[in-house]
């Protein structure tokens, strides 16, 4: 504990998903104390036509999303 989620549009190559949940790893473990063993942090990608459905399920009117996207509308993200 804890597992994080990123969901993003495909696009972003193998390394980078990589290097992005190492990075992502390392602030938990810092910002939370907790050991980088406890950690675990995967990759859901999503083609462009589907991220709508991705933002109005997880994003859209969270209360509990502490940083939400600086867009309403998913399709021209804006």
């Known amino acids: ?5 990123i969901k993003a549009i495909k696009g972003a ?3 980078q998903m990589k290097e992005c949940a190492e990075q992502v790893s390392a602030v938990i473990t810092k910002t939370l104390g907790k050991p980088e063993k406890y950690v ?15 933002y109005n399920e997880h994003s859209k009117d ?3 999303v502490l940083i939400k ?7 021209t993200f804006q």
Request: glycine share 0%.
């Open 1 to 5: 504990m804890p597992h994080i989620v």
């Open 13 to 15: 190559s193998s390394q």
């Open 40 to 54: 675990s942090v995967s990759v859901e990608e999503y083609s462009f036509d589907n991220w709508e459905s991705v």
């Open 62 to 64: 969270k209360e509990k």
């Open 69 to 75: 996207p600086d867009y309403t509308d998913p399709k």
